[in-house]
């Protein structure tokens, strides 16, 4: 055969692996960091085994119907030896499930039988029983071998090793410039997709610290304004369409200026944060589900959804928020320091034309709760006396 004939066919093969490969990475990286469908977050170590499995089995019955189909077998076997290979040792340190292991032991048992009665002796049994402790050992130390480059890359070493050993008892014709090109593909496509897996990764956490940082107030690390008008929006949407109630409580801290003004903006964010995380404990506790925002400089708002319509519990809910940050004490230059807020409570209506209706009226509750000399509380448009509670 001619260099220029092997040559075009070792060259398209390794780049069609190459392909087929980052294809398959592309599609497990995806369902890994999938996590907005339900049904993948529940299912997902299954969905990926079983993906995994299919492809392991696609590769093979490509490799037997080309052997098959051959009539020059010598080599055929390799270019689909390396992709089982790379996708094996990378699926024992990925899929983070039992099951992988016993597919991946269940199809290496098989496909060592394949081999037939005529290369079955003691030293093969003996090749196939270290491969099994080789993928018993890779999947077990998954998780450290997955975190250091060169644990992974001595892994995998060991073995692509132990399952050539096995192949090499099983196919024949292999001359040492066969090996040579073998295992120079071999490592391309690992590289490959060691690569591509890291570069994926990366820009997916570069997404995850992007989209942490819109959704979520640097300093207070409460939802940010975004989600507020995302969530505001949505809710209106359902509660037009289903009848879905929310309330909402808007919130100001007294006073606020003067904090910063008299000890300094380093302990105005004290008091921000401190208070945050106060509020944020206290929702998270309620029968109803909850999320707080900070939707201005010294502005939060509780959102509560799909709650009932009883003016009592928003009075009790009101007054928790209320006496949870006036139980907190600050210290700023020798001085202790007391907070409070004012809290405007409001549902939303039938009558609202849009989903900021009811964050107008909220706001206009909260100042109505200032103009009463702060610390107050007006739900619905009603003050609360003081001394009740």
Not at 72 to 101: C, D, E, S
Request: glycine share 6%; net charge negative.
């Amino acid at each position: 055969m001619s260099f220029g004939i092997v040559f075009i066919s070792y060259t398209s093969s390794l780049i069609a692996n190459v392909i087929v490969l980052l294809g398959a990475v592309s599609l497990f990286t995806w369902l890994e960091q999938e996590l907005n469908h339900k049904f993948i977050q529940k299912y997902k170590n299954l969905i990926l085994c079983t993906l995994g499995f299919m492809f392991l089995i696609f590769v093979y019955m490509e490799s037997w119907g080309n052997g098959h189909s051959s009539n020059m077998p010598i080599g055929f076997h390799w270019t689909y030896l390396n992709v089982i290979i790379v996708a094996l040792f990378n699926l024992m340190i990925r899929v983070k499930t039992w099951w992988q292991i016993v597919i991946s032991v269940l199809l290496t048992i098989i496909w060592a039988s394949s081999s037939g009665s005529s290369v079955i002796s003691g030293a093969f049994i003996a090749k196939v029983l270290l491969l099994l402790v080789v993928e018993i050992l890779v999947y077990v130390l998954a998780a450290n071998i997955e975190r250091n480059t060169l644990s992974y890359f001595i892994s995998f070493t060991v073995t692509a090793c132990s399952i050539l050993a096995v192949a090499t008892s099983m196919y024949h014709g292999q001359d040492n410039l066969s090996w040579l090109r073998q295992i120079f593909a071999l490592l391309l496509l690992e590289l490959a997709v060691y690569g591509y897996t890291k570069i994926l990764r990366h820009q997916n956490m570069m997404f995850l610290k992007f989209k942490h940082q819109a959704e979520y107030d640097d300093l207070t690390g409460v939802h940010s304004f975004g989600v507020f008008n995302h969530d505001l929006g949505k809710l209106f949407k359902d509660f037009k369409e289903h009848d879905t109630l929310y309330a909402m409580y808007a919130l100001d801290v007294d006073r606020f200026k003067s904090i910063n003004d008299t000890y300094g903006h380093v302990a105005g964010n004290e008091v921000l944060k401190t208070i945050a995380h106060q509020i944020d404990v206290l929702v998270s506790q309620l029968e109803y589900r909850a999320k707080l925002y900070r939707t201005g400089g010294e502005e939060f708002t509780i959102i509560l959804f799909d709650i009932k319509q009883n003016d009592l519990r928003a009075e009790e809910i009101s007054r928790e928020i209320s006496v949870a940050v006036s139980r907190l004490r600050f210290n700023f230059d020798d001085h202790e320091v007391k907070v409070t807020v004012s809290i405007g409570e409001e549902r939303a209506s039938e009558d609202d034309s849009n989903y900021l209706d009811i964050y107008k009226r909220a706001d206009q509750f909260l100042y109505a709760s200032k103009h009463s000399g702060r610390d107050a509380i007006t739900i619905r448009g009603r003050t609360l006396d003081k001394e009740v509670g």
